[in-house]
């Protein structure tokens, strides 16, 4: 007789396993072929493919959390705890024998069908699109509530200063600024983590969050900045398949209960801290140090070309690496009695976040519903000069949205350049014009309004229906 069984403790550490091995051992010793499925805390191992339940004369279902059934429709299947798979295995195996297990009759048969070959086929095409998905979808509430806090924060307390925009310490708004780069600080590693689980279930969860703080934090391998989303991109895949791979090393048995919730997030936490501080941080740290030379090098080049080259680092990786250098270069040059530089800047960082904001609302139906509200908060954060509100649509549509705010934000920057805009204050964004810290009010206007609209339509014009199956 052959035997399938299904093996789901509510912990998934111990007794899920303890169960599949009482289970084996009573069917060998009955003479009769069993293959069980464990729904551990590592994720389901050993399943069951579509011949081998075919094949099955019945099927034990020894769990004690919800598990899928529906495949079982029209098979003896017999459902029972995990105690009972460990303490009366033998009993269970005879029930089999005596013809004392009911056929399992699903009553919404041709729903269910239809779900699970959607489920199937949504299995099948998982790829780096939906594994991106997955970190992007959970990032999003911390970009909003950190960004929209982060702008508040700005905009009723925010004072202009030489080192930009500041909160006072006793302002009502300091706290609250304080949280919002909380809300901003979890961005990043939530991105990765959720990217890596994706890939390899809960034992990719924690490594692929320390690999995007790291990322996030440019201390560990000597850069200024980050390596911004896209270095937590990196790091959540990296993560999430070098946490498969480990998952599916053969290991001994008296180990398997521990690999998911020590052997193998330890190891790849180590894995992707080495890579990230001694691999990938020193190449990003010397681009960092490279373009910096490069934009200094840059300052008696065509006023043109050098607003080309700002708005489109700016747009680039929004806070990232590439972002900050020019940037920093714009602050630099403010004390250098440049300060057209920093105008120029100023009006290409709000503009991905205003531009995907306003496509947002132009075309609905090219985005998903927690698009629409990230949309809402992009507009909010673009105001206040953020451009990291921009994030959420880069991630999930890279070649169609990175372009595209790269584009807008290089029309801002050549308009701002050429109309003798200035920032005296190392801050971008409306918010600047209203605390008088920019010359040419009307032209550093026109400059955002064009590259919002050049954005809007530009990625608009590339994406396409979310019906369309995007």
């Known amino acids: 007789m052959k035997l399938l069984a299904v093996t789901a403790c509510p912990v998934g550490i111990a007794h899920t396993y303890i169960a599949a091995e009482k289970l084996k051992k009573a069917a060998e010793e009955s003479g009769y072929t069993i293959k069980v499925e464990t729904w551990g805390s590592i994720g389901v191992e050993n399943a069951f493919t579509q011949e081998e339940i075919l094949e099955a004369d019945g099927i034990i279902l020894a769990a004690d959390k919800e598990v899928d059934k529906h495949r079982f429709h029209g098979k003896r299947v017999l459902e029972c705890s995990v105690q009972d798979a460990i303490h009366r295995p033998e009993e269970l195996l005879k029930r089999f024998a005596e013809g004392d297990v009911p056929v399992y009759r699903d009553p ?54 030489s080192q930009g925009f500041v909160v006072p310490d006793h302002s009502f708004w300091k706290p609250m600024l304080e949280v919002g780069k909380a809300g901003f600080l979890f961005m990043v590693p939530i991105l990765a983590g959720f990217i890596a689980y994706s890939i390899a279930d ?44 480990i998952k599916s090393l053969r290991v001994p048995k008296m180990i398997q209960p521990i690999m998911p919730i020590l052997v193998i997030p330890l190891l790849t936490s180590i894995l992707i801290a080495v890579l990230f501080i001694y691999v990938i941080g020193a190449p990003i740290s010397a681009i960092m140090t490279g373009l910096t030379h490069w934009l200094n090098g840059m300052q008696d080049a065509s006023k043109v070309v050098l607003a080309l080259i700002l708005g489109a680092m700016i747009a680039f990786d929004m806070g990232g690496p590439i972002n900050k250098v020019a940037f ?87 308009i701002a350049m050429l109309g003798g805009v200035t920032d005296h204050v190392p801050h971008g964004g409306p918010i600047v014009a209203v605390f008088q810290a920019v010359d040419h009010v009307p032209m550093f206007a026109f400059a955002i309004v064009v590259g919002t609209v050049v954005t809007a339509l530009l990625v608009n014009a590339l994406k396409k229906t979310v019906s369309d199956g995007e």
């Open 108 to 161: 919404e048969k041709v729903e269910r069908k239809r779900e699970e070959t959607q489920a199937q086929k949504a299995e099948t095409q998982r790829s780096f699109y939906r594994n991106l998905m997955s970190g992007v979808s959970y990032m999003i509430p911390f970009v909003v509530v950190g960004g929209l806090l982060i702008a508040l924060s700005l905009g009723f307390g925010g004072k202009p200063t």
């Open 202 to 245: 809960r034992p990719g969860l924690a490594p692929g969050m320390i690999g995007g703080y790291i990322a996030a934090n440019g201390s560990f391998y000597g850069s200024e900045a980050g390596a911004g989303f896209i270095g937590g991109i990196i790091a959540g895949f990296l993560a999430g398949y070098l946490a498969k791979g």
């Open 328 to 414: 920093l270069f714009g602050a630099a040059m403010i004390g250098q009695g440049q300060p057209f530089i920093m105008g120029a800047i100023a009006a290409a960082i709000c503009t991905p976040p205003l531009g995907m904001g306003l496509a947002t609302l132009l075309a609905k139906h090219k985005y998903y519903p927690e698009e629409w509200e990230a949309g809402k908060a992009a507009l909010a954060m673009g105001l206040v000069g953020i451009t990291e509100g921009a994030i959420p649509f880069a991630s999930r549509d890279p070649f169609r949205v990175i372009p595209s705010i790269m584009i807008g934000s290089m029309v801002a920057a050549v």
